[in-house]
């Protein structure tokens, strides 16, 4: 199992920032990827940034140059720094864990930590 707690959302005006934490904890020696994805109200959860164990990242095209996903593997914590925040990038945001060993992978996520960008 792998527990990943989340901190770091709240509201912020449009063009403003936040920077969420995410810390892992558990059987954390098998995660391949972490990062982040969202969901707002009505929408599918959607991937908005990842960051395998080799350093590659992978974005949403609607946050590429505006948000940052960031490892720090002694800590076993990701970030996403979000700058140039838009309306539409309110929603709640979920930690992600991508385990895989061998036999099988599974997705551990986070409990979910709001953003809120509104004037």
């Known amino acids: 199992q792998v527990q990943l707690v989340e901190s770091g959302g709240g509201w912020v005006q449009p063009g403003g920032s936040l920077r969420l934490s995410c810390a892992a904890s558990?059987?954390?020696?098998?995660?391949?990827?972490m990062g982040w994805y969202r969901q707002a109200p009505g929408n599918q959860r959607e991937l908005v940034a990842t960051?395998?164990?080799?350093?590659?990242?992978n974005y949403a095209d609607s946050v590429k140059g505006r948000f940052t996903v960031d490892r720090d593997n002694a800590k076993n914590t990701v970030y996403l720094q979000m700058n140039s925040l838009k309306p539409e990038d309110t929603a709640v945001y979920y930690c992600?864990?991508?385990?895989?060993?061998?036999?099988?992978?599974?997705?551990?996520w986070g409990q979910g930590t709001q953003v809120t960008v509104s004037s």
């Open positions: 558990g059987n954390i020696f098998d995660i391949y990827a």
């Open positions: 960051m395998t164990n080799g350093g590659s990242t």
């Open positions: 992600n864990a991508d385990w895989r060993n061998s036999d099988y992978e599974v997705d551990y």
